[in-house]
C-alpha cells in the first residue's frame, strides 16, 4: 500500500507556470506506475500524465503536450509535474494516483491510491 499527498497548488496568471510535487510513503513506491489526474467543477476526473515504474516512459492528453512534463524520483519517493504556459482551463484539483499495473494511460477506476488533491487555478 502506498499514500499520497501533493502539494504545489496555488493562484498563477495565464502563462504563468507551477510544479506540483507528490510524496509517497513506503518502500515500494518504484513498482508502481504514477499518474496525475484533474477535477473541475462539475466534470468528471481527468487523465493528465503518467510515469512508468522507472520513469523511462511518460503518457501525456494532447490538451498538456509539450506543456506539461512529469517526472519522477525513485529515490525520494516523489512525482512531480512542471506545468507551464497555464491556460484558464487548467483550472482544476490536481490528483496524484498510484497503480500497479503496467500501463500508463488509464481511467480514475483503475488507478488505486490516491492522494488528498491540490487546487491549482489560472486566471486570465
Known amino acids: 500500500q502506498v499514500q499520497l499527498v501533493e502539494s504545489g497548488g496555488g493562484l498563477v496568471q495565464a502563462g504563468g507556470s507551477l510544479r506540483l510535487s507528490c510524496a509517497a510513503s513506503g518502500r515500494t513506491f518504484s513498482s508502481y506506475t504514477m499518474g496525475w489526474f484533474r477535477q473541475a467543477p462539475g466534470k468528471e476526473r481527468e487523465f493528465v500524465a503518467a510515469?512508468?515504474?522507472?520513469?523511462?516512459?511518460?503518457y501525456y492528453i494532447d490538451s498538456v503536450k509539450g506543456r506539461f512534463t512529469i517526472s519522477r524520483d525513485n529515490a525520494r519517493n516523489t512525482v512531480h509535474l512542471q506545468m507551464n504556459s497555464l491556460k484558464p482551463e487548467d483550472t482544476a484539483v490536481y490528483y496524484c494516483a498510484a497503480r500497479r499495473d503496467l500501463r500508463l494511460l488509464g481511467t480514475a477506476n483503475e488507478f488505486d491510491y490516491w492522494g488528498q488533491g491540490t487546487q491549482v487555478t489560472v486566471s486570465s
Open positions: 510515469i512508468s515504474r522507472s520513469g523511462a516512459s511518460t
